[in-house]
Structure formats: C-alpha cells, structure tokens
Nanobody
Framework: EVQLQASGGGLVQAGGSLRLSCAAS????????IGWFRQAPGKEREGVSC????????YYADSVKGRFTISSDNAKNTVYLQMNSLKPEDTAVYYC???????????????????WGQGTLVTVSS
C-alpha cells in the first residue's frame, strides 16, 4: 500500500521558518519524484517544488525560489521542504505527492501526480 505521510506544519510568524517532512512507503522510492503542493483557502492547489529521488534534481515554483529548499534522504524514504522567510501568502495546506520519474511530467508540478498524502497546515501570521 502506497503511503505518503506529511508532517511539520504549524503556526509561524512572517519571516520565520518551518520544515515539512514527507515519509514515503509502499513503492520503490528511487523510481519516483516527490513533489510538494499547497492549497490556500478558496484557491486551486498549486505546485511548490519537486525532487527526483534518482538524481536529486530539484524544481521550484517562482513564488518560492530562493526561500524554500527541497531535499531527500533516500535511506529514510523521506523528502523535506525547508521553508524560510515565510510570508502570509504561504499560508495553505501543504501536500506531498509521488509521480513516476519515467512520466517525465513531474517537473511541471502539475496537479496530476499519481499518489497523494494527507495535508499538513501551514499558517503564517503577519
């Protein structure tokens, strides 16, 4: 059974930092890309960042470049999203998802990944 367990959300003041974790199981981790998506109240879900578990290639949405860093610990089948310089507009439910590397489309951060975890809420106060 594929499982993606996101954790690490919480309440933080603007300018602060949080680190999200996504623990994966039930599939061959090295064959997948792991992505982070977010959905703010009243808005569509959007892609934030993704990483290839095979070669470590990373991709970011323009809105988070320079502030967020995605990384992977393949020994633990876990992907992290370090979020710095948080802004109120980063407030959202954050989801992690997995997509096969051979799909080729994971880099586009479209809302079409194969497997999804439950979300973790990030609230940034002004």
């Amino acid at each position: 059974e594929v499982q993606l367990q996101a954790s690490g959300g919480g309440l933080v003041q603007a300018g602060g930092s949080l680190r999200l974790s996504c623990a994966a199981s039930g599939f061959t981790f090295d064959d997948y890309a792991i992505g982070w998506f977010r959905q703010a109240p009243g808005k569509e879900r959007e892609g934030v960042s993704c990483i290839s578990s095979s070669d470590g290639s990373t991709y970011y949405a323009d809105s988070v470049k320079g502030r967020f860093t995605i990384s992977s610990d393949n020994a633990k089948n876990t992907v992290y999203l370090q979020m710095n310089s948080l802004k109120p507009e980063d407030t959202a439910v954050y989801y992690c998802a997995a997509d096969p590397l051979n799909s080729g489309s994971y880099r586009d951060l479209r809302d079409e990944y194969d497997y999804w975890g439950q979300g973790t809420l990030v609230t940034v106060s002004s």
